[in-house]
T-cell receptor, first 114, second 115 residues
Framework: SAVISQKPSRDICQRGTSLTIQCQVD?????MFWYRQQPGQSLTLIAT?????????ESGFVIDKFPISRPNLTFSTLTVSNMSPEDSSIYLC???????????FGQGTRLTVV | KNQVEQSPQSLIILEGKNCTLQ??????????LRWYKQDTGRGPVSLTI?????NTKSNGRYTATLDADTKQSSLHITASQLSDSASYIC??????????????FGKGTKLSVIP
């Protein structure tokens, strides 16, 4: 298994500001991901955080809005930039072991933009 | 387009009763199917993971079934407890090839267990 520490657990932010979410894993992992979960919706993959190179973003998500850092194999950050109320959501980091095994999730960051 | 559909959207049951949640998927090529439990304000936690060749897998009071021919799965909860109140998410992974990664998530079934 993998223990993932994600913080902050929740935050209320003013529109136009930015929030950086941190994700720390208790062991080295190759694959680390960031998801968004809007109310009543399924999880949507934002991007794959790549160690040593730029993150790989899914359709509809761009680096200017969601910059991601991955300085090593145990840590990543996601920044939600220039926030608007539409960014209010739960953001989750996740890791997956190689060989197609299960994914582990952080406890999530509940973001409210006012 | 890969899709995962879950039913019902929500369910209320009495403590001690059994229930079954459904998951239909159109994910190809199929790699595995997972059921997760997500408590309010928490991240999803894995309950079961099944590959193509597995029909049934249990984890305590949770039993998942998979019919790869009809592309259906179910999660059966036995003797429900108040702590089972959560959202249950069906997730299917495809196997598009080396270096490719794609999980398709259902919207979840919100289960409420009442005394």
């Amino acid at each position: 298994s993998a223990v993932i520490s994600q913080k902050p657990s929740r935050d209320i932010c003013q529109r136009g500001t930015s929030l950086t979410i941190q994700c720390q894993v208790d062991s080295q992992v190759t694959m680390m991901f960031w998801y968004r979960q809007q109310p009543g919706q399924s999880l949507t993959l934002i991007a794959t955080a790549n160690q040593g190179s730029e993150a790989t973003y899914e359709s509809g998500f761009v680096i200017d809005k969601f910059p991601i850092s991955r300085p090593n194999l145990t840590f990543s950050t996601l920044t939600v930039s220039n926030m608007s109320p539409e960014d209010s959501s739960i953001y989750l980091c996740s890791v997956e072991r190689p060989m197609n095994t299960e994914a582990f999730f952080g406890q999530g960051t509940r973001l409210t933009v006012v | 387009k890969n899709q995962v559909e879950q039913s019902p959207q929500s369910l209320i049951i009495l403590e001690g009763k059994n229930c079954t949640l459904q998951c239909n998927y159109t994910v190809s090529p199929f790699s595995n199917l997972r059921w997760y439990k997500q408590d309010t304000g928490r991240g999803p936690v894995s309950l079961t993971i099944m590959t193509f060749s597995e029909n049934t897998k249990s984890n305590g009071r949770y039993t998942a079934t998979l019919d790869a021919d009809t592309k259906q799965s179910s999660l059966h909860i036995t003797a429900s407890q108040l702590s089972d109140s959560a959202s249950y998410i069906c997730v299917v992974r495809d196997s598009s090839g080396a270096g490719s990664y794609q999980l398709t998530f259902g919207k979840g079934t919100k289960l409420s267990v009442i005394p």
